[in-house]
């Protein structure tokens, strides 16, 4: 039940990160995140026995077998999780481990301030036949004149 949220991910990707996240389980780091004893998420006090490697991004989400994915966590916690995973948590933990990677992609931020030249701008509003360098003209854009 790895795929109920479809993010397309390369199981050759998932089972790359197991192997991963195997090879941290016996490091020395992660021997000292379970002697601290303390769930990622609920902030209780466990015996490292009891507490289980947790990606914080799901493998099954795209998430990598990082120092920065993996929190220890207690069984009830590991159990919850696997059905609520709340998006701007999401963001969140991207956002601390890989800053930038989430940053200005939306679809809304092509949009913001693309300044046009002056001409194309002319063009585009189809403004042109006022050639802007002809001062003889009455100047539009100076309000004191004409009172
Ligand atoms: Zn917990």
Known sequence: MEEWFDMRVDPAQIAK??????????????????QKGICHYCGGEFP????????????????????????PCCKACNNAKKYTMPVDEILTELDREDPGCMDAQGPEAADVEIELPDDLMRELVGDTD??????GKDAPDDPEQGI
């Open 130 to 135: 006022d050639a802007p360098d002809d001062p």
């Open 17 to 34: 990160e197991r192997a991963k996240a195997r090879e941290l389980r016996r490091t020395n780091w992660w021997r000292a995140q379970i």
């Open 48 to 71: 490292p026995s009891e507490l289980t490697m947790d990606h914080i991004v799901p493998l099954s989400r795209g998430g990598h077998s990082t120092k920065g994915n993996i929190v």
